[in-house]
Antibody, heavy 117, light 110 residues
Framework: QVQLQESGPGLVKPSETLSLTCTVSGGSISNYFWDWVRQSPGKGLEWIGYFSPSGTTNYNPSLQSRVTISLDMSRNQFSLRLTSVTAADTALYFC???????????WGQGILVTVSS | QSVLTQPPSLSAAPGQKVTISCSGSTSNIGKNYVSWYQQLPGTAPKLLIYDNNRRPSGIPDRFSGSKSGTSATLGITGLQTGDEADYFCGTWDSRLSAVIFGGGTKLTVL
């Protein structure tokens, strides 16, 4: 059974960089797209971006200038970096496996990140 | 405001059938597959439907999906109190080059 687990700081100061890691267990990280999705408190889902099996990335245009998603196959992990954060970046951040058709079949439990001084 | 439009809330009685609509455009639902997710309070979303109408293993056939033109529909039959949740549709938008989601529908089973 594939399992995903997010980790990282739950509090980030404004203007600093948010860094999260997703550890994948129960299956190989190769041959799938790996995505980050976030959900602001009480709001809907917002796609952040993906890392593809070919090593390319694709990001939400609204976040593209601030986002980097990377993958470490040796550790079965992928990561999110979001720079210059503001209070608007406060959200529950999920990592998810994208089976290839932009549908997410496995999700982490989510990690709440609050941007505050 | 989401690119995909869903009714904010719906309610139905146990045992009844409900349909949740998801309206988009030619750049998203009109040319790409639609997926549906169930999010119970305090949990991560769960994939219910992918590729418009396919169910992952373990999802009961009470849940069904369909697509016509630029709209998609999630159907749930034999409603149970455990179906109370938020439901989201999602798809790829070819113009935005991004995955997009509907704003979500809060389903109440009363």
């Amino acid at each position: 059974q594939v399992q995903l687990q997010e980790s990282g700081p739950g509090l980030v100061k404004p203007s600093e960089t948010l860094s999260l890691t997703c550890t994948v267990s129960g299956g190989s990280i190769s041959n799938y797209f790996w995505d980050w999705v976030r959900q602001s408190p009480g709001k809907g889902l917002e796609w952040i971006g993906y890392f593809s099996p070919s090593g390319t990335t694709n990001y939400n245009p609204s976040l593209q200038s601030r986002v980097t998603i990377s993958l470490d196959m040796s550790r079965n992990q992928f990561s999110l970096r979001l720079t210059s954060v503001t209070a608007a970046d406060t959200a529950l951040y999920f990592c998810a496996r994208d089976y290839g058709g932009h549908a997410f079949d496995y999700w982490g439990q989510g990690i709440l990140v609050t941007v505050s001084s | 405001q989401s690119v995909l439009t869903q009714p904010p809330s719906l309610s139905a009685a146990p045992g009844q059938k409900v349909t949740i609509s998801c309206s988009g455009s030619t750049s998203n639902i009109g040319k790409n597959y639609v997926s549906w997710y169930q999010q119970l309070p305090g949990t991560a979303p769960k994939l219910l439907i992918y590729d418009n109408n396919r169910r992952p293993s373990g999802i009961p056939d009470r849940f069904s999906g369909s697509k016509s033109g630029t709209s998609a529909t999630l159907g749930i039959t034999g409603l149970q109190t455990g179906d109370e949740a938020d439901y989201f549709c999602g798809t790829w938008d070819s113009r935005l080059s991004a995955v997009i989601f509907g704003g979500g529908t809060k389903l109440t089973v009363l």
